[in-house]
Structures are given as C-alpha cells and as structure tokens.
C-alpha cells in the first residue's frame, strides 16, 4: 500500500471534523463555529482596540479557558476566561464580494497542543479561493500560522476541491486540481513543512494573502 494512502487511512480513523470544514479529516473538534455575528465582532473589536469599518461579522466559539473569536477584517484572538488577550493573529486583505469567513474550530490535530483551523474565502462573484488556515498559540500575544493552503477554488459554474488530512505531527494536503502532498510539523520554525511530493504533480501553494 502506497504511503498516502497509509497515512490517509490512518487520519480518516480519527472523529471527522465539522460539516461546516468538509475537507478536512484527522482532526478531533472540540468547539466549532459557523455563524457570524455582530455582537462576536463588537466583542473583537472591544478587545483588539479596532473597528471593523466593512461591516464583517465575526465568528465565536467557547473552549475550556475561555474563548476564540474570528473576522475577517480583525483577524483571530483567544481570550482566557476573564476576556483577556492571550493570542492574536491579523485579518485578510480585502479582495472582493465574496471575501468572508466560513468556519473556525479548535481541536486536536495530532501535536502537543491544541490548534485553531479557519476556513475563510477571499474573491468575488464568479471566482473565488476558500483557503484553511492553521494556527498555535506562541509566545508573545501571537498566533503562530502553521499552514495555509488553498482548499477549494469556483470560476462560475466550476468548482474544485482538494483535501486536509492531520496525521501525528504532520498532515495530508491535496490543492485543488493537484497530488497529495505530505508535510511535517517543525517544532524549530513553528510551522508545517512541505518535505515531498507523493504522487503526481502538485500546483504550487497558495498562501493567503496578509497571512
């Protein structure tokens, strides 16, 4: 058996994630979210001392400390249970109508602790890219981004969607319209690696932009 498919087997073993993150396997959920409010986007705001002024909801799930919330033009921040600061990461460049957040959860990804993935689309009526973004709590008030990769891309009618498979300090990923690629967690750089190529031709990453 060949080693993605090893490896993708052992990922779709673990508790699927939220509908709301089809694309991704391997990841064990324990607080999600798919519904903005403003209320959520005031709390953000209130916290970050910004203003979102193009009117983007924000996205909130409660954990076990305290709380995650997500928007697309203030970015991601964890709170601890008295509302205060612990981690933040900055929002998305503004790109066109479609530009908005899909889903945030957090959960286990097979590291030594825990993670926030965020599905979030950037573009406008007739093509648009929604991208997953992983982040860790690091040092200093920051999020550290572990991985960003386009995970579905639409021009009109035409949709292509590739995959996210988390496998122990390491994951899966396959792009739109490409060949699964293994990358593996670097304690050192903080991030995700890309170290190989399995299969056929890979397109090259899409990072999101801002990130």
Not at 12 to 26: E, F, N, Q, R
Not at 65 to 80: E, F, M, N, Q, R
Not at 172 to 192: C, H, I, N, S, V
């Amino acid at each position: 058996m060949r080693l993605a498919t090893i490896l993708l087997l052992a990922a779709c073993t673990a508790p699927p994630a939220p509908p709301s993150l089809p694309w991704v396997s391997g990841f064990t959920t324990t607080a999600s979210g798919d519904t903005e409010s403003l209320p959520a986007a005031q709390r953000l705001a209130a916290v970050t001392g910004t203003r979102d002024e193009a009117g983007y909801g924000a996205i909130a799930v409660s954990t076990g400390s305290g709380a995650i919330l997500a928007s697309y033009h203030d970015g991601v921040a964890v709170l601890d249970s008295n509302d205060r600061l612990v981690a933040r990461a900055p929002g998305f460049d503004v790109e066109g109508s479609a530009d908005d957040l899909v889903a945030l959860a957090t959960g286990d990804a097979k590291l030594d602790a825990p993670v926030i993935v965020l599905a979030v689309t950037r573009g406008g009526h007739r093509v648009s890219t929604t991208s997953i973004v992983v982040y860790q709590v690091g040092a200093d008030e920051q999020l550290d981004q572990l991985f960003a990769g386009a995970i579905e891309e639409r021009d009109g009618d035409q949709t292509r969607s590739g995959s996210l498979a988390f496998f122990p300090h390491g994951l899966m990923y396959r792009p739109p319209g490409g060949g699964f690629q293994r990358w593996t967690f670097d304690p050192t750089a903080r991030k995700y690696v890309h170290k190989r190529q399995v299969n056929r031709r890979v397109e090259p990453d899409r990072l999101v932009p801002g990130s």
